[in-house]
């Protein structure tokens, strides 16, 4: 499946602490119900295994919106706490956004990384549910 870069919201981005994925999604509208019609979400795919050699390295990503494009107080639509085991080398996960829920114009991801020494690199990108089961990313383009 070809994806569009504009949709792309991280691309081997690593965290190792808390942060906002590199890119973000204009909808063009100051608000709207951006989620309406086939389940949309963020899907993530781990392209570097996330670290927990300390045991204590906590994950959380959210699909967050914002009128400010560095998404400097977003309002969190979806959160889910992953543990570092469920991210491996090639996993992938998938944030749904309510399809009620009202968008602000920057739709993007937040990293939330704890412990003594949390590390993982993701691509994410924003997508339907039925694209992302097809969904592989490359840490290479290639």
Request: one cysteine or more; hydrophobic letters at 40%.
């Amino acid at each position: 499946m070809l994806q569009d870069r504009q949709e792309l919201l991280s691309n081997a981005q690593a965290f190792t602490a808390t942060g906002v994925s590199t890119d973000k999604y204009a909808t063009g509208m100051v608000a709207s119900k951006f989620g309406a019609g086939k389940a949309i979400g963020i899907a993530i795919a781990v392209t570097t295994a996330a670290d927990f050699t300390s045991a204590n390295e906590t994950y959380s990503f959210a699909l967050c919106s914002d009128g400010d494009p560095a998404l400097g107080s977003p309002t969190v639509h979806e959160e889910r706490a992953i543990t570092a085991a469920n991210l491996p080398l090639g996993a992938k996960h998938f944030i749904a956004l309510d399809p009620n829920a009202e968008c602000e114009r920057y739709i993007g991801l937040r990293a939330t990384l704890g412990g003594t020494t949390p590390s993982v690199s993701i691509t994410a990108a924003l997508m339907t549910y039925e694209q992302f089961t097809t969904w592989k990313a490359y840490p290479n383009n290639y």
